[in-house]
């Protein structure tokens, strides 16, 4: 499932808690495509805590507790990382991560926490959502086969990788244009992960987020650039994106594009995905401004300019997308729709 549909799955799942509907959800994928930052992403919404539990670090008795003796009896300690009404409110996401990479004896303890909301006399306060994630086995992490008794606990959904999210993520956090524009252009480099190769720096959604933040530290360094990005998507990715970049010097005016004059577009197809890229990021920013209506004006009609018509359509979808219905209320978008409406599908 895309990560756009899956955000709306914790959010419903979250919101369920309070009435009782609440089902534990697994989400699985490939490392790096994002899965604990969903979830995180849901909290921060929510303004409500995660409490980030992961497994492969524990022992059974880290989540069952420690056992003392009161009078001919033994108790069990709470661990405290567990959710509380007053500690940590009465809502909030208890996020197993990693569970798969847990040794058996660890899941095994988990078992009835995850179904029953409990762990001996503990209970899982009422308005707390459970969201558990893990790699898939073949993934190169430490993974053990999910006993059948704990998979039945769950719910479960696999990470697909999308673009189109990751684009909206992008723009939404900042990422660099130049990341957004060169994975648009190659879009088959978002992911790209063999566990045959044993790769140690791989592209994955993760980490060119980080190349976005060695862009910020290095840009002025090219003689360094080339390696920081390496290591951060590998040394193939890390060749192309830096030849990207390099490439950008051609890039037409977008000032001027921005104020409406005449500008051609580029006929190559790497200038032209970056020159899309760019634009959303002004009309993002423009957003909140006195002049955002005619900034977005200008914009709508740079975009029936591409050669492909293709390349407009995907520059004015990212648009709306990051600027909301605003786009439809611009004269020059009937303008554009009209233009481009035979290769539209609604």
């Known amino acids: 499932m895309r990560p756009a549909h899956l955000l709306t799955v914790i959010e419903k799942e979250f919101s369920s808690a309070d009435s009782g509907h609440h089902t534990p959800v697994m989400l699985w994928g490939p490392p790096g495509v994002g899965k604990s930052q969903m979830v995180a992403q849901i909290a921060a919404r929510h303004e409500v805590p995660l409490i980030d539990i992961r497994l492969s670090q524990m022992e059974p008795s880290d989540l069952r507790g420690i056992p003392f003796r009161v009078e001919e009896f033994v108790e069990w300690a709470v661990p405290s990382m567990l959710p509380n009404l007053k500690r940590h409110g009465e809502r909030g996401i208890l996020f197993l991560d990693e569970i798969t990479s847990a040794p058996p004896s660890v899941s095994a303890a988990a078992y009835q926490l995850i179904l029953d909301r409990k762990l001996g006399e503990y209970e899982v306060p009422e308005g707390w959502a459970i969201i558990a994630a893990g790699n898939r086995q073949g993934d190169r992490g430490v ?88 290591a951060c998507v590998g040394k193939a990715a890390g060749i192309e994106v830096k030849a990207f970049v390099d490439s950008l010097d051609q890039m037409p005016d977008l000032d001027a594009i921005v104020k409406g004059e005449e500008v051609p577009t580029p006929k190559e197809i790497d200038l032209q995905y970056a020159v899309a890229t760019a634009l959303v990021g002004r009309a993002i920013r423009a957003k909140e401004t006195d002049d955002a209506m005619t900034v977005h004006g200008n914009i709508l009609n740079y975009a029936s300019r591409f050669p492909q018509r293709e390349m407009g359509v995907m520059m004015v979808s990212d648009m709306h997308r990051a600027v909301g219905q605003d786009i439809f209320a611009v004269p020059e978008f009937t303008a554009w729709a009209d233009k481009i409406a035979d290769i539209m599908l609604y």
């Open 143 to 230: 993974t053990y086969s999910m006993p059948a008794p704990l998979a039945n606990r769950f719910s479960h959904y696999e990470v697909e990788i999308n673009l189109d999210d990751w684009v909206a993520w992008a723009y939404a956090n900042g990422i660099d244009e130049r990341i957004i524009a060169f994975l648009r252009f190659r879009q088959d480099l978002l992911f790209e992960f063999d566990p045959a190769q044993n790769p140690v720096a791989f592209p994955s959604p993760r980490s060119w987020e980080f190349a976005h933040r060695a862009l910020q530290k290095f840009d002025e360094s090219n003689n360094l650039l080339l390696g920081a990005l390496q």
